[in-house]
């Protein structure tokens, strides 16, 4: 179990924060007395998962509905952020998805319909991109800030199907490299957290691993809030994966 108290506090803004890794991280950081910029396209889900934090106490959460898709909507959040707490300590990208299960399209890249490959490319890798483009200027000008994007083994392991899928994560590991550079003189850190399965759904439990399971979503979370944390101020534009030994297997 990681130390919450320092996110006491802390500003964060978290997408994909009605579900799964996003929701665990803006309970975990509302809980321990920090506020969450909570932005997720499903407004239901949303306002639901905000109003259930915010009737516990303790830090605000601040629901914002948005499509990551547009760069509109991340300047909507970052300027919730600063309008309601004055700037923003953590930027966390978690809006994603396998876009043949998401658009319900399983079938060959070479088959799939253009939108389905945009959804995957836009959701997965511009959103992670607008998102940052919007939040770093607060944290550039007070001098301090994270970014972690979310990434993803299919990012190293490629998938036929949803090709986009991995293209989009791949592609985050190295644009944590380009965060890390631009902010690093700012005192801004950005890096990738890559899991392999998560039980944020049970099917999850069905992909195998090095160790024979899946990692709990709290695990995940709480990895990352400890490379968020200041104990990790050495760490930047790298990548982590935490995959329970997946891309460790040897090939069949
Ligand atoms: N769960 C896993 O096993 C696993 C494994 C590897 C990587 N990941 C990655 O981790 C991240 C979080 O995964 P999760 O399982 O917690 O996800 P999840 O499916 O539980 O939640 C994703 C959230 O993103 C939201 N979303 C989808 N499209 C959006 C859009 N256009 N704009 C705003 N929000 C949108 C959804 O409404 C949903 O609430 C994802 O990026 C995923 O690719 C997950």
């Not at 890794?21 to 239901?44: F, P, Q, T, W, Y």
């Not at 639901?48 to 915010?54: C, F, H, W």
Request: proline share 4%; with cysteine.
């Amino acid at each position: 179990m990681v130390d919450l108290s320092e996110y006491g506090g802390r500003v964060a803004v978290v997408t994909g924060a009605a579900s799964g890794m996003g929701l665990c991280l803006s309970r975990k950081i509302c809980a321990a007395g920090g506020s969450a910029v909570m932005c997720d396209v499903n407004g239901e889900a949303l306002n639901g998962a905000a109003a259930e934090i915010n009737a516990k106490g303790a830090g605000h959460a601040y629901p914002c509905v948005s499509d990551v898709r547009r760069f509109a909507d991340a300047e909507k959040a970052a300027a919730l952020a600063l309008e309601k707490m004055g700037r923003i300590d953590l930027l966390v990208t978690c809006a994603g998805g396998y876009e043949p299960r998401m658009c319900n399209s399983v079938m060959p890249f070479y088959e799939q319909p253009i939108e389905v490959i945009d959804w995957g490319l836009d959701v997965n890798l511009k959103g992670a991109v607008y998102f940052a483009r919007a939040c770093m200027p607060a944290m550039v000008k007070a001098g301090k800030g994270v970014i972690c994007c979310l990434g993803s083994v299919t990012g190293f392991e490629g998938d036929g199907n949803g090709a986009m899928y991995g293209t989009a994560k791949s592609g985050l590991f190295n644009f944590v490299k380009g965060l890390a550079q631009a902010g690093a003189k700012h005192g801004v850190r950005a890096f990738c957290v890559t899991p392999g399965p998560v039980m944020t759904r049970p099917s999850m439990a069905g992909m195998k691993t090095l160790l024979g399971h899946a990692a709990e979503t709290e695990e995940l979370v709480d990895f990352i809030l400890f490379l968020s944390s200041d104990a990790c101020r050495c760490i930047t534009g790298s990548n982590h994966v935490m995959d329970c030994g997946r891309l460790s297997m040897q090939p069949q």
